[in-house]
């Protein structure tokens, strides 16, 4: 789950790392109230959406007057920022950010997440910041440091110091390092969270480390202990299907293809998007239905995976083990009945009860495409795709 920049930095002062003054503003008005109260001669009004890349995108203005916050809100609210993470697509601006503005001396990066390799938290940290982190990694890796964690000691202060002494900071912006990294560490694992990103993190004119801008996303799985992260989901930044997906308890991803999958387990479902690009074709969505999966729970996922207009036909991937194969044609046969399915169904069932699911579909009536294994299934529904365009 993501959370927007105020959000992120309101929880991160929580921890003991800086950052500037600031209030959420959901109309022109408010933004030059919010100015006001927080004083000063200049201001930041940024565009607060789940991407980023938005100055480049005209979603951070630096403005010098009350009158040019109310200007800036004005032609931000309503519009949709294209940046490099939003897609063509893009994401409309439904609220701002208005914050004081800062003398900045110097800008790095600081970030942290849960590297797969090493299974630990990782610190990166570069001179390069307020640059995109990918660009840094692709153009200049030589200018990235990564520490990986122990998780038994945790963060302690020479990490923080390494870092410090690797970025080029002394004095007494060591001791802020290894503040803000301190902080920055206990919210990770405090609040199970999955990325936290400070880009950049500056040194302002009168040699504080402050966090201009932050990012935060949180493992949805450790929600229920979170609450108050809970709290702050934004729902208009999200997918409404991939929400109607989660209500359902299914794990569906949106993807930009036309072949809808509805799969029993993460590694079949990959396996599946894999074999439908080696065929010729380009999934539409990841859906795993889980090991549990009741008929209820089918009908929902062949309901969800129909309601993407891109969907020209559909893959039903099955491997009966805890999910059963009967429970699958039952809920595959609920729904194309209650949709009045019109485009190609691939059915490869396996495993658990797979003659009676396979009985189930060739009395239901339905133009069902039967396939004996995987490879079968994906060169079934793409030579399918073909024939009824």
């Not at 208005?98 to 299974?119: C, Q, W």
């Not at 840094?136 to 870092?163: C, M, N, T, W, Y």
């Not at 969270?193 to 040699?207: D, F, H, M, R």
């Amino acid at each position: 789950m993501n959370i927007h920049e105020y959000q992120a930095k309101g929880l991160l002062s929580r921890y003991g790392v800086a950052t500037p003054r600031g209030a959420v503003a959901y109309t022109p008005e408010e933004a030059a109230d919010q100015a006001e109260l927080l004083g000063g001669s200049v201001w930041v009004v940024k565009a607060q959406i789940h991407a980023g890349g938005r100055g480049k995108a005209g979603g951070v203005k630096v403005v010098k007057s009350i009158a040019e916050v109310r200007r800036s809100a004005l032609a931000m609210l309503g519009t949709t920022l294209v940046t490099p993470q939003t897609g063509p697509a893009g994401r409309e601006v439904k609220r701002l950010y208005v914050e004081e503005g800062l003398e900045i001396a110097r800008e790095l990066y600081v970030g942290m997440l849960v590297d797969r390799v090493s299974a630990r938290v990782t610190v990166i940290a570069s001179t390069e910041g307020g640059m995109e982190i990918e660009e840094v990694a692709r153009d200049a890796p030589e200018k990235i440091l990564q520490i990986s964690i122990d998780p038994v000691s945790g963060l302690q202060a020479f990490h923080a110091r390494r870092i410090a002494f690797a970025l080029g900071l002394g004095g007494q912006h060591v001791s802020q390092m290894v503040a803000v990294l301190g902080g920055m560490y206990r919210a990770f694992v405090e609040l199970d969270a999955s990325t936290i990103e400070v880009n950049p993190l500056v040194i302002t004119g009168n040699g504080k480390l402050v966090a201009l801008d932050a990012k935060m996303s949180f493992d949805a799985n450790a929600l229920f202990r979170h609450t108050e992260v809970e709290d702050l989901r934004d729902e208009s930044e999200e997918n409404p299907v991939e929400r109607m997906a989660a209500r359902q308890e299914l794990s569906y991803v949106k993807l930009d293809g036309n072949i809808g999958c509805l799969v029993n387990g993460a590694g079949l479902a990959m396996a599946t998007m894999d074999i439908i690009k080696l065929y010729g074709a380009e999934p539409a969505n990841f859906l795993d239905v889980g090991g549990g999966a009741t008929k209820e729970r089918v009908t929902a996922a062949f309901k969800i995976i129909l309601s993407d207009p891109s969907v020209e036909a559909i893959l039903v991937n099955i491997f009966g083990g805890i999910m059963r194969c009967d429970v699958i044609a039952e809920g595959v046969v609920t729904a194309a009945r209650e949709v009045s399915l019109q485009m190609p169904l691939v059915v490869r069932l396996e495993g658990t009860n797979v003659a009676l699911g396979k009985k189930i579909l060739a009395e239901s009536g339905l133009a069902v495409i039967a396939a004996d294994n995987l490879a079968d299934a994906a060169e079934k529904v793409v030579r399918a795709v073909k024939e009824a365009r």
